[in-house]
């Protein structure tokens, strides 16, 4: 695991399992986004609380409002995938994640990506973040 801040990556290690490939033998699309989901989850952990908190502590949602993916290698079963998040814009109300996706054996990289989120109260309309946590994902982008 690296530090959180704007240069550096959060990493969390993934084992691709059979079921997560398609007819050819290659992960199915879909997952690398579930991979990023993933590492976002694992990044807040490291930061000292939990989306499940965020959820229902704070009543704060981070709805994804828009994702990308560009897939530059193959990943097969069993190959173990480090995923590599990172912070890369906070504002009261949109936070912003940026991935790779890389085999930890030869350090490859094989996808890369960015999700925008749009954070919500428990109607789903937009809300700002609690103080706590955007003075958290803040400091991470000093780092």
Not at 50 to 55: F, K, L
Not at 85 to 105: C, H, N, P, Q, W
Request: charged share 30%; glycine share 6%; hydrophobic share 40%.
């Amino acid at each position: 695991m690296s530090s959180i801040g704007r240069r550096a990556f959060h990493e969390t290690r993934i084992r691709v399992r059979y079921a997560e490939t398609d007819q050819m033998g290659v992960v199915y699309h879909a997952n690398h986004l579930i991979w990023f989901e993933v590492g976002r989850v694992e990044l807040m952990r490291d930061m000292g609380f939990s989306y499940r908190e965020m959820e229902h502590e704070d009543g704060r949602f981070i709805a994804v409002g828009d994702v990308k993916c560009r897939y530059r290698a193959p990943i097969f079963y069993d190959e173990e995938v480090i995923v590599r998040t990172r912070l890369k814009k906070v504002r009261e109300s949109v936070i912003v994640f940026s991935y790779e996706l890389v085999r930890a054996g030869d350090r490859a990289l094989l996808a890369e990506g960015e999700t925008t989120h749009i954070v919500t109260d428990r109607s789903m309309k937009v809300s700002p973040l609690p103080e706590k946590y955007l003075t958290a994902f803040r400091a991470a982008m000093a780092e």
